[in-house]
């Protein structure tokens, strides 16, 4: 069974602090790391996605990926009410074709102003 | 440009019935993928196409099924509905089913089994 596991959370944070989003995956021969976001009733919006180990960043975003112990992680810096929202990491397990993504459950995160 | 589109929004049905989604991928994406996101279940992969074929599909019964047509569009089909179908349906779509492009949501269909 390849799994991806996320902290349900919520995750509070202050606004302005740095949120940490952590996720850890089953699959060792997972290639691809992705991380969505998604408003309470709304659809999925991809943040980010990482291949290879080490950081990548874009704007106040950070993921961070080490598959060495198979684990992604998702940095917010100066985190704004308006990031409230769940979080979910997914992964293209291998032997997937393609974007058949296998998705954590998700981390709650809210930011309190 | 326009981006993934679902129809219906929401989608009332009872125990029994065939439910009908449909999908229209953003223009030039050959690849629509379905998943279903039920209550604490997270998103679960159903279905793939890719050119028009049906290239894999999840771990959910038979009676989940679909297709894809010349324009790429896609139709989710569920039969005998049961009450635990009910869940927000997402359909996605990226460029011929490569794992290095992004791949985009609809908005999704809301199915209420009751």
């Known amino acids: 069974q390849k799994e991806v596991e996320q902290n349900s959370g919520p995750l509070s944070v202050p606004e302005g602090a740095i949120a940490s989003l952590n996720c850890t995956y089953s699959?060792?021969?997972?290639?691809?790391f992705f991380w969505y976001r998604q408003y309470s009733g709304k659809s999925p919006e991809l943040i980010m996605f990482?291949?290879?180990?080490g950081d990548k960043e874009d704007g106040r975003f950070t993921a961070q990926l080490n598959k060495a112990s198979q684990y992604v992680s998702l940095l917010i810096r100066d985190s704004q009410p308006s990031d409230s929202a769940t979080y979910l990491c997914?992964?293209?397990?291998?032997?997937?074709?393609?974007?058949?993504?296998?998705f954590g459950k998700g981390t709650k995160l809210s930011v309190i102003p | 440009e326009a981006g993934v589109t679902q129809s219906p929004t929401h989608l009332i049905k009872t125990r029994g019935q065939q439910a009908t989604l449909r999908c229209s991928p953003i223009?030039?994406?050959?690849?629509v993928y379905w998943y279903q996101q039920a209550l604490g279940l997270g998103l679960q992969f159903l279905l793939w196409?890719?050119?028009?074929?049906?290239?894999n599909r999840g771990n959910f019964p038979p009676r989940f099924s679909g297709r894809q047509f010349p324009n790429y569009s896609s139709e989710l089909n569920v039969n005998a509905l049961e009450l635990e179908d009910s869940a927000l349906y997402l359909c996605?779509?990226?460029?011929?089913?490569?794992?290095?492009?992004?791949?985009?949501f609809g908005q999704g269909t809301r199915l209420t089994v009751v």
């Open positions: 196409y890719d050119e028009g074929e049906e290239r």
């Open positions: 997914a992964v293209i397990p291998s032997g997937a074709g393609s974007y058949q993504l296998t």
């Open positions: 996605a779509s990226s460029l011929s089913g490569r794992g290095d492009t992004e791949a985009f």
């Open positions: 223009s030039g994406h050959t690849s």
């Open positions: 699959d060792r021969g997972s290639q691809s």
């Open positions: 990482i291949y290879s180990n």
